[in-house]
C-alpha cells in the first residue's frame, strides 16, 4: 500500500496542532514540515507578559520543539522557505535559508498552516530603527531589548496586543502613548461602558490616549525614530511598536484555492480548501462565524489549534465537523478582567442585523457577603427571535468563565428566553441565587415582551 505523503507549511500554533495529530492518527504517513523560522509554537499573546516581567524567561512562551515532533517521526525542515506551490502538480519548491540549496517535494495531501504577518503601513520613516513589530519570539527578544534603553514608548493600535503591552510599558515606568485611529479603545470587543472605565484607569496611571487619529509618519535623527506625525499632532517617542493587526500568509495558492478579498484562505466545516487535497487552518484561513453564519476572518490562536487538530481528523475523509467560531476572547488589564465573544451592537448593525442590548450591572455575589464586587454583562441579540449575537463582561472579580457559558449558548443558537431559565448552581461564595446570565436573560425577555405589547 502506498505511504500517503503529506506537506505542512508553516509550524506555529495550527501548524503544530496538526502535526501533532497528524503523527498519532496517521503513524504510516510520510509528514514533513516546512518552517522559515528555527522554532514552533511560540505564544505571541505571552509576549508582554514577558516585556513586563510576568513571565521571566521568553523561551517559556514554547510549548513544542520541532525536537518533540522529530521524535513522533515526522521530518522537520526549519529554516526551509518555501517558494512556490502547484497544486495541480502537487509539488513545491523550497529555498533553504542556511544553505541557500533549492529543493523540490511532491505531496498527497497539502496542509497550509503558514499563518499571518502583521500589518506593516508604508509611509515616510518606517526604515528608522527603533520601528518594531509584535509577532514571534524575534521580535519578543528585540522589544525586551530596545525597551531598555527607551523612556518614551508609543503603541500603535487599540487591540489586545497593543493594550498589554500599554500596561507592561507602564509598569515598567515609561512614559507610554497608545494611538489608534478610532475613538475608542478595544472598539472590535466591547461596547462604549466597557471601554470607558478602561481608558479612566489607563489616564489615571499616565498613559496618554491618542486616539482617533491615524499616524502619517515617523521621523527620526541619526537613524533612530524620535517623532510620530499623527493628523493630529506631533507627539516624541524613543520607540514605537505596531500592533495594527494581521494579514494572512497565502500568496503561495493565490490563483489556486478560494479566497476571501483579504487572501484568507477558505475552507468547509471539514478543514478542505476548493481543492480536496488542500487543508488549511489558524491564521492563513478564515472561520465560520457563528452570529452570522458567514465567513470572516479572525486570527486566534483558539481557532487555530481547533482547526488544525480538525484537519488530522478529517485529512482522509470528512469525519468531523467544525462548529464554527464565536471570535471568544479575554484579557486582564490590571484589576479589571474582561471578556467577549460574538458581535458588539455596532459590529451586528454594521453586519445588517437587528439587534437590542441588556446591560446587566449588579454584584457578583450577594450583598450579605464581606466582599464583592461591580459586574458589568451585555447581552446582544436580535430584535425579532432573541437569538443571542454576543455578550460582554467586565469585573474586577474573574467572572471570565461566564462569556465562554455565553460563547455555547451562540453556538447553539440559544435564545435569551432559553438562557433566562438554564440550570446553574447557587453558593453564595461564588454567584447569586439567579446566576447572573439567568438575569441578563430574565431581563432581556421582558424587555421584549414590553416591545411586544407597544407594537401591539
Known amino acids: 500500500m502506498k505511504t500517503t505523503k503529506i506537506a505542512v507549511i508553516g509550524c506555529t500554533h495550527a ?21 522559515r523560522n528555527d522554532n514552533i509554537s511560540f505564544l505571541s499573546c505571552g509576549i508582554a507578559l514577558a516585556v513586563g516581567g510576568v513571565v521571566k524567561d521568553a523561551e517559556q512562551l514554547f510549548y513544542a520543539t520541532p525536537q518533540q515532533l522529530e521524535g513522533m517521526g515526522v521530518k522537520m525542515r526549519m529554516r526551509h522557505e518555501v517558494l512556490g506551490v502547484d497544486a495541480q502538480a502537487k509539488t513545491l519548491t523550497a529555498r533553504s535559508l542556511e544553505g541557500d540549496n533549492i529543493i523540490t517535494d511532491t505531496y498527497d495531501k497539502l496542509v497550509m498552516t503558514t499563518g499571518s504577518w502583521p500589518i506593516i503601513p508604508k509611509m515616510n ?9 509584535c509577532k514571534n519570539y524575534g521580535h519578543a527578544k528585540t522589544i525586551m531589548a530596545k525597551a531598555t534603553d527607551a523612556e518614551r514608548v508609543t503603541i500603535v493600535g487599540a487591540g489586545y496586543i497593543g493594550i498589554e503591552l500599554v500596561e507592561a510599558f507602564e509598569e515598567m515606568g515609561k512614559q507610554v502613548t497608545l494611538i489608534d485611529n478610532m475613538d475608542r479603545i478595544l472598539c472590535k470587543y466591547l461596547d462604549q461602558p466597557f471601554t470607558d472605565p478602561l481608558e ?19 521621523e527620526g535623527e541619526d537613524g533612530q525614530v524620535r517623532r510620530v506625525i499623527t493628523t493630529n499632532g506631533t507627539l516624541e517617542t524613543d520607540l514605537v511598536v505596531l500592533c495594527i493587526g494581521f494579514r494572512p500568509n497565502t500568496e503561495l495558492l493565490k490563483g489556486q484555492v478560494e479566497m476571501l478579498p483579504n487572501g484568507a484562505i477558505i475552507v468547509d466545516e471539514y478543514m478542505r480548501t476548493s481543492n480536496p487535497d488542500i487543508f488549511a487552518a489558524g491564521d492563513s484561513c478564515a472561520v465560520h462565524y ?12 483558539t481557532n487555530a489549534v481547533r482547526m488544525g487538530t480538525l484537519i ?24 479589571y478582567n474582561l471578556a467577549s465573544t460574538g458581535m458588539t451592537v455596532a459590529a451586528a448593525a454594521a453586519a445588517g442585523l437587528d439587534v437590542q442590548e441588556l446591560t446587566l450591572r449588579d454584584h457578583d455575589i450577594p450583598e450579605f457577603m464581606p466582599h464583592y464586587e461591580q459586574v458589568l454583562i451585555r447581552l446582544v441579540h436580535e430584535t425579532a427571535t432573541g437569538r443571542i449575537v454576543g455578550g460582554q463582561i467586565l469585573s474586577k472579580a474573574d467572572l471570565t468563565q461566564q462569556i465562554n457559558t455565553l460563547s455555547v ?32 436573560g430574565l431581563q432581556a425577555m421582558a424587555a421584549m415582551d414590553h416591545r411586544g405589547k407597544v407594537k401591539a
Not at 420 to 439: E, I, S
Open 125 to 133: 520613516g518606517m526604515d528608522l530603527d527603533n520601528i518594531l513589530l
Open 312 to 335: 488530522a481528523r478529517n485529512l482522509m475523509q470528512p469525519t468531523i465537523r467544525y462548529m464554527g467560531t464565536q471570535g471568544t476572547s479575554g484579557l486582564k488589564l490590571y484589576d
Open 409 to 440: 449558548c451562540i453556538q447553539n443558537g440559544m435564545t435569551v428566553a432559553e438562557l433566562a431559565f438554564v440550570d446553574f448552581f447557587f453558593q453564595p461564595h461564588y454567584n447569586k441565587p439567579w446566576n447572573l446570565l439567568n438575569q441578563a
Open 290 to 301: 457563528n452570529p452570522t453564519g458567514a465567513m470572516a476572518y479572525i486570527p486566534l490562536a
Open 15 to 35: 501548524g503544530t496542532a496538526a502535526v501533532t495529530q497528524l503523527a498519532q492518527q496517521h503513524p504510516d504517513a510520510e509528514i514533513t514540515v516546512y518552517e
Open 200 to 218: 479612566a484607569e489607563l489616564k489615571r496611571r499616565g498613559v496618554e490616549l491618542a486616539l482617533g487619529r491615524s499616524v502619517e509618519a515617523f
